[in-house]
């Protein structure tokens, strides 16, 4: 009854609260789910005695699912403990984004924070409003995909279960010395699966959070710029062309954007290894998840395969939203500054910023890769020649 009462004063306050209250909120849900789980990288960025339990748990799970692969090759059936790795590629990305959460947990403290630190005033409020309201309901919308991916996934094996009497965990892993699809095996893997999804939804929540306030910076600040321009532009149309107004609004505009672009070559380098890593190894997972149940009839393939395609959906349309926000800015300041109202110096000065935004900072895979849809798109093909690539071996 104290939940409900707390969600319905929130929906009350919501509409008459400050933007920043607003995000605050959402940070609050973020930072609680780390809590959970010993990464505080949202709140007081300390290192505390569960701070490894992601990790440990995680290990047992790869420990478990070498042991289930000798086990059937040493059977001679080593194609049958292939279904326990569906998860693997999935774990893998998560235990490099874990381990970038520890190791640079101050660093990804600032980015996190940045848009309640330079961005969000009262001169945007009404920008700001709208900015916020998005990314919470973006958050919402995400958050419930991937809940829904994780119950398309697991009903299948439930209703084997119920019908057959057969256990399938999304792990799949064998015990040593437990027979397979005994009680305690049945056990056994339902608390490893509890725990494993203990860990998983709480860091999901934290990771969604903070990559929505990253998503709402570098969206912001696109509009405040563009909202800096139409400013500039009323400014010079009302027949208006003292020095140091323009001047001025030029200096904002050209801040803000050299701003942003500091602050997504920031995340890139910080996240280097993540973005780099995740791809392989999430493609790995679906590509052998769908084998799995493609071919060994392993129930939770397909929707260990969802599960896998939507997180890495998400990290394509984080980099989306970057190359979004440069074609943006690049077109504003062709389109919505009256460029040619502005004196000489400046419109040099504008010129130059166009050409510098053809080559805008970008969220990479790798040295060269960017994040995109259309990079996404191209690795959808490799997933689907992967799988092609699998079939081969049957």
Same mark, same amino acid.
């Given at each position: @009854?104290?939940?409900?009462?707390?969600?319905?004063?929130?929906?009350?306050?919501?509409? &008459?609260?400050?933007?920043?209250?607003?995000?605050?909120?959402?940070?609050?849900?973020?930072?609680?789910?780390?809590?959970?789980?010993?990464?505080?990288?949202?709140?007081?960025?300390?290192?505390?005695?569960?701070?490894?339990?992601?990790?440990?748990?995680?290990?047992?799970?790869?420990?478990?699912?070498?042991?289930?692969?000798?086990?059937?090759? @040493?059977? $001679?059936? *080593?194609?049958?403990?292939?279904?326990?790795?569906? !998860?693997?590629?999935?774990?893998?990305?998560? !235990?490099?984004?874990?381990?970038?959460?520890? &190791?640079?947990?101050?660093?990804?403290?600032?980015?996190?924070?940045?848009?309640? /630190?330079?961005?969000?005033?009262?001169?945007?409020?009404?920008?700001?409003?709208?900015?916020? $309201?998005? /990314?919470?309901?973006?958050?919402?919308?995400?958050?419930?995909?991937?809940?829904?991916?994780?119950?398309?996934?697991?009903?299948?094996?439930?209703?084997?279960?119920?019908?057959?009497?057969?256990?399938?965990?999304?792990?799949?892993?064998?015990? =040593?010395?437990?027979?397979?699809?005994?009680?305690?095996? %049945?056990?056994?893997?339902?608390?490893?699966?509890?725990?494993?999804? #203990?860990?998983?939804?709480?860091?999901?929540?934290?990771?969604?959070? #903070?990559?929505?306030?990253?998503?709402? +910076?570098?969206?912001?600040?696109?509009?405040?710029? *563009?909202?800096?321009?139409?400013?500039?532009?009323?400014?010079?149309?009302?027949?208006?062309?003292?020095?140091?107004?323009?001047?001025?609004?030029?200096?904002?505009?050209?801040?803000? %954007?050299?701003?942003?672009?500091?602050?997504?070559?920031?995340?890139?380098?910080?996240?280097?290894?993540?973005?780099?890593?995740?791809?392989?190894?999430?493609?790995?997972? %679906?590509?052998?998840?769908?084998?799995?149940?493609?071919?060994?009839?392993? =129930?939770?393939?397909?929707? *260990?395969?969802?599960?896998?395609?939507?997180? @890495? +959906?998400?990290? #394509?349309?984080?980099?989306?939203?970057?190359?979004?926000?440069?074609?943006?800015?690049?077109?504003?300041?062709?389109?919505?500054?009256?460029?040619?109202?502005?004196?000489?110096?400046?419109?040099?000065?504008?010129?130059?910023?166009?050409?510098?935004?053809? $080559?805008?900072?970008?969220? /990479? *895979?790798?040295?060269?890769?960017?994040?995109?849809?259309?990079?996404?798109?191209?690795? /959808?093909?490799?997933?689907?020649?992967?799988?092609?690539?699998?079939?081969?071996?049957?």
């Amino acid at each position: @009854m104290k939940i409900l009462h707390k969600i319905s004063k929130l929906k009350q306050d919501w509409n &008459t609260s400050s933007p920043i209250w607003r995000l605050n909120r959402l940070l609050k849900v973020g930072k609680f789910g780390g809590y959970l789980v010993g990464i505080r990288f949202l709140g007081d960025c300390k290192i505390v005695w569960y701070s490894g339990k992601t990790g440990f748990v995680i290990s047992i799970y790869y420990i478990l699912a070498i042991y289930t692969l000798i086990h059937y090759a @040493m059977e $001679n059936r *080593i194609v049958d403990g292939l279904p326990c790795w569906s !998860m693997s590629g999935l774990y893998l990305s998560s !235990m490099v984004a874990y381990a970038n959460a520890l &190791t640079k947990r101050h660093r990804i403290y600032k980015i996190g924070h940045f848009g309640q /630190t330079y961005l969000y005033n009262e001169e945007f409020d009404e920008i700001c409003s709208k900015s916020v $309201n998005k /990314t919470v309901k973006r958050f919402m919308i995400i958050m419930g995909i991937i809940l829904a991916s994780v119950i398309l996934g697991s009903i299948n094996p439930v209703y084997i279960w119920y019908r057959d009497g057969i256990f399938y965990s999304l792990a799949g892993v064998r015990f =040593p010395f437990v027979e397979q699809n005994s009680n305690l095996n %049945i056990m056994l893997n339902i608390i490893l699966q509890l725990l494993l999804g #203990y860990n998983a939804i709480n860091g999901l929540t934290l990771l969604q959070t #903070y990559q929505g306030t990253l998503m709402n +910076a570098i969206e912001l600040s696109a509009d405040i710029s *563009i909202k800096e321009m139409i400013n500039l532009s009323d400014y010079l149309e009302g027949g208006n062309a003292d020095d140091a107004v323009i001047k001025k609004h030029i200096t904002k505009i050209f801040r803000q %954007i050299q701003r942003i672009d500091g602050y997504i070559k920031n995340a890139s380098d910080c996240h280097y290894w993540y973005f780099f890593l995740s791809s392989p190894f999430i493609t790995y997972s %679906i590509g052998l998840s769908i084998y799995a149940q493609y071919i060994m009839g392993f =129930p939770p393939g397909y929707g *260990i395969a969802l599960m896998s395609y939507v997180q @890495m +959906a998400v990290l #394509y349309y984080i980099g989306q939203v970057v190359v979004d926000r440069n074609n943006r800015i690049r077109y504003s300041l062709y389109s919505d500054l009256k460029w040619y109202l502005l004196p000489p110096k400046y419109q040099r000065d504008v010129c130059f910023m166009m050409k510098r935004m053809q $080559n805008g900072a970008t969220l /990479t *895979i790798g040295p060269f890769q960017t994040l995109n849809f259309e990079t996404l798109r191209i690795l /959808t093909q490799r997933i689907q020649s992967f799988i092609m690539f699998l079939l081969n071996f049957h």
